[in-house]
């Protein structure tokens, strides 16, 4: 049975940093394509950041492009999202996803690429 459970979220001011993290059991997460995504209730989930086991290659949205970085600990089988430089429009509900192969290409942003996912963690950014 496959299991994401992330942790890190929290409250912070604008400007500053959070690290969130998806530990996972029954997936290797350095053996699939695996991705951040975020929601709240009133727009649809947005792809985040994304990252193939293949190379290692990493993605991300145009919005948090050179703010955010997603990195993985095979040792520790647990998935990363480093933030900083948070603004309030990060505030939102944050899932890990995981699929089934391991390269993610321009699908790495898509809801349907991922098979399993984490519960998600509250991130909130206060100006």
């Known amino acids: 049975q496959v299991q994401l459970v992330e942790s890190g979220g929290g409250q912070v001011q604008a400007g500053g940093s959070l690290r969130l993290s998806c530990a996972a059991s029954?997936?290797?997460?350095?053996?699939?394509?695996m991705g951040w995504f975020r929601q709240t209730p009133e727009k649809a989930r947005e792809g985040v950041a994304g990252?193939?086991?293949?190379?290692?290659?990493?993605y991300y949205a145009n919005s948090v492009k050179g703010r955010f970085t997603i990195s993985r600990d095979a040792a520790k089988n647990t998935l990363y999202l480093q933030m900083d430089s948070l603004k309030p429009e990060d505030t939102d509900l944050y899932y890990c996803?995981?699929?089934?192969?391991?390269?993610?290409?321009?699908?790495?942003?898509?809801?349907?690429?991922?098979?399993?996912w984490g519960q998600g963690t509250q991130v909130t950014v206060s100006s």
């Open positions: 996803a995981a699929a089934l192969f391991p390269w993610c290409g321009a699908r790495w942003s898509s809801d349907d690429t991922y098979k399993y």
């Open positions: 990252i193939s086991a293949v190379g290692a290659t990493t």
């Open positions: 029954g997936y290797t997460v350095s053996s699939g394509c």
